[in-house]
């Protein structure tokens, strides 16, 4: 299924390793990922989340807080495909993996894909996938505006808190193909942003560009929760952008809380491709 990055041509998988006819030889890891992020321009090293990132948002989500969303999203990711037989499904910016292997469960008759910037992240999801002992997902490092995949390959993306590129999108969706984008709504994390600022603001809808797809559904899903310990707080604060851009003093204000309340709020919007 994957194409050369370098070359474009198929890459077939011998031993342990994935080669093109041209030459091109990429490494599959141990725990099965493999590497297709070309170098050029970009440090590997620092390219996507970082350890610490993925540490954060994998302990975060393994209490299940963000159950909801991925139960939501598989629902309507069924739904699009419509007992397709084998529909081949990327989930872009995948991260460490959470909602890939959940929808790996619940669609156990697809074929899915999932692509990080991030080495660390990628190589959590392999070692999550084979703890599970899930055979219908494959993942791999590789950038989502250079996507390892064939033209008119796939039925449908699904990018999560992840960037979006209408280029690559179109070009390996089927004609008809559906992309999933989820992001946060406008009150996501209210309650973690009222502590960390004197003026809490929502957030603002994103622009994605997407000139060749037609909005076909948008759902909101929204329900509040309570963190339970200071590290399920930091966790959340750690896969969160604020924790970057958010001065110490005001950052400190969570190390002296035990329990959080806080809205999750979540868009899915839906798209065909034209
Ligand atoms: C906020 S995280 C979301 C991860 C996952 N979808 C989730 O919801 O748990 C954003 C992810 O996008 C990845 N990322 C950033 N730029 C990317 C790119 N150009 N291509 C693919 N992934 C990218 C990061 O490494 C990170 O794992
Ligand atoms: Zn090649």
Redesign the pocket.
Known sequence: MYICPVCGKNLKPSKNVCRCRNGHCFDIARNGYINLLTTKGRNPKK???NPL??KA?SSF?DKGY?RPLAVKAAEIIKALLNGKEQPVII??????????SFYACELKNAEIYG????KS?VSHCAARSRQNGLANVSFAV????ELPFRALSTDLIV?????V?NDEYTRVLKKGGFLVI?SPAARHLYGLKSVLYDEPYENRPNAYGLRKFAKIQEEEITYSVTLSSNEDIRNLFA?T?YFYKTPEESGSRLEALEALETECSFLIEAYRKK
């Open positions: 390219a996507g989340d990132m993925v948002r989500l963000y989930d872009s910016g995948c991260g460490e993996g959470y909602y890939t692509i990080d910037l991030s992240a590789a950038s989502a505006f990018s999560a808190f992840a960037p590129s989820i896969m952008p």
